[in-house]
């Protein structure tokens, strides 16, 4: 059973800067495929970064530019770097992993964080 959890999350003016952190308690962690999440109010949970385990990197097109995703297996960590920020980005970011190719869909994710708030005010 792999736990997630996520950090980072706060309030940013618009134009900010934010680093998002998944820390996971399995070892092997290094094998799993990796997305972050974002879901705001009224609206359905999107995909905005995913990071296989052979770094292979993709980009939702809102984010495409402004934001970095990566890993650090040595600590069991994803990254989420977020430049840019707009008042758009505000919601709440949960990171997921799976053993199964990486998908946009929330269903097709095992494990998942109890996510962190991002608040990006104008």
């Known amino acids: 059973q792999v736990q997630l959890v996520e950090s980072g999350g706060g309030l940013v003016q618009a134009g900010g800067s934010l680093r998002l952190s998944c820390a996971a308690s399995?070892?092997?962690?290094?094998?799993?495929?990796v997305a972050w999440f974002r879901q705001a109010p009224g609206k359905e949970r999107e995909s905005v970064a995913r990071?296989?385990?052979?770094?292979?990197?993709y980009y939702a097109d809102s984010v495409e530019g402004r934001f970095t995703i990566s890993r650090d297996n040595a600590k069991n960590t994803v990254y989420l770097q977020m430049n840019s920020l707009k008042p758009e980005d505000t919601a709440v970011y949960s990171c997921?992993?799976?053993?199964?190719?990486?998908?946009?869909?929330?269903?097709?994710?095992?494990?998942w964080g109890q996510g962190t708030q991002v608040t990006v005010s104008s």
């Open positions: 997921a992993a799976t053993l199964e190719p990486l998908t946009t869909m929330p269903m097709s994710y095992a494990y």
């Open positions: 399995e070892r092997s962690f290094s094998v799993y495929n």
């Open positions: 990071i296989s385990s052979a770094y292979r990197l």
